[in-house]
């Protein structure tokens, strides 16, 4: 039993000449393994986020939702901005 699958694919000039020269270069030895690769990488990036999203960004909202005085307003974000860019400003 075959364990690929063969597609037809269409991309800007662009990225199709990106992986015509990794492939030229000896980087890779076919296309398809370029566009592997890239997958490969989204998938990672994508794993990444789902992680920090349960992990960091879920735990979060839960606190804030149990605990909204924690919340920072906007103006408050607003002046430590102002004080961060005129020290990084100093430093100059």
Same mark, same amino acid.
């Given at each position: 039993? %075959? ?8 991309? @800007? &000039?662009?990225? +199709? #000449?990106? !992986?015509? /020269? &990794? =492939?030229?270069?000896?980087?890779? *030895?076919?296309?398809?393994? =370029?566009?592997? /690769?890239?997958?490969? +990488?989204?998938?990672? %990036? $994508?794993? +990444? =986020? $789902? *992680?920090?999203?349960?992990?960091? !960004?879920? @735990?979060?909202? $839960? *606190?804030?939702? #149990? $605990? @909204? #005085? %924690?919340? !920072?307003? !906007? /103006?408050?974000?607003?002046? &430590?901005? +102002? *004080?961060?860019?005129? &020290?990084?400003? /100093?430093?100059?």
């Amino acid at each position: 039993m %075959r364990t690929t699958q063969q597609l037809s694919i269409t991309l @800007p &000039k662009e990225m +199709a #000449s990106m !992986i015509k /020269e &990794k =492939v030229a270069t000896g980087e890779y *030895a076919t296309e398809s393994e =370029v566009i592997r /690769e890239g997958l490969r +990488a989204l998938i990672a %990036r $994508d794993r +990444a =986020v $789902d *992680a920090w999203l349960k992990e960091q !960004i879920g @735990p979060a909202y $839960d *606190a804030l939702q #149990s $605990d @909204p #005085s %924690r919340a !920072i307003g !906007i /103006e408050e974000i607003r002046a &430590k901005l +102002a *004080a961060r860019h005129a &020290k990084s400003s /100093e430093n100059r």
